[in-house]
């Protein structure tokens, strides 16, 4: 019960993050104005791709880890499967890299 819960919750802190943080970004490059706020647009957008890819990351750690688990006990009973536990065991890497591309883009972003 636990476990789903917090997949849904951390799915939504996901989704949400995609959302959310290149809004700001680009919302505070529009109210920039003078020498204190370059600095300060160039905080938020530090913030925000860290937060990005903080989050996929944590987010891919968990599930190599559920993946991880399961795969184990999937290998010791059928190990002719072992190809699929290494292909479900690198998916979420995807996760991270989405993540890292989208703190790219609100760095870059004007």
Known sequence: MMDKRFTKVMGLGVFLT???MPMMAFAQEGAATGATASWELGAAKALAAGFAMAVSAFSAAYAQAKIGAAGAGTLAERPEVAIWVITLQAL???I???GFVSAIMINSAG
């Open 18 to 20: 995609v959302l959310a």
């Open 96 to 98: 991270v890299l989405l």
């Open 92 to 94: 979420p890497e995807v």
